[in-house]
């Protein structure tokens, strides 16, 4: 299962995001879900830095599926944009496939 854990602060600004574990939906390489959830935080991750130039902070580890990002203090009102996006498109998987598969966790920090 895909455990998706977001970050908000106290102004209820998602900041932060944590990917972590494979889906199972079916094999590697045919796995809708985990492709589709792979597809939108990679989006999310390479809109962050190539159309608002924000700083951020990005650990990946491959073979656990892990993607931990951060915003760096001075991040804009796009990346916030940007991460909502995310959300939205994480709650349509999760919604659609239901969380056998993905779970979406929300976190203030």
Known sequence: MIQVTIF???????TAFRCMGHAGYAVSGEDIVCAAVS????NAINSVEQLVSDGFDLNTEQE???IDFSLRDGYSPESL???QSLV??????????????MTLIFKEV
Do not use: P
């Open 8 to 14: 908000e602060n106290q102004a209820k600004e998602y």
């Open 39 to 42: 597809a939108l935080v990679i």
């Open 64 to 66: 656990c599926g892990l």
């Open 81 to 83: 944009l940007l991460i």
């Open 88 to 101: 939205l498109g994480l709650q349509g998987i999760q919604k659609n496939y239901g969380t056998e598969y």
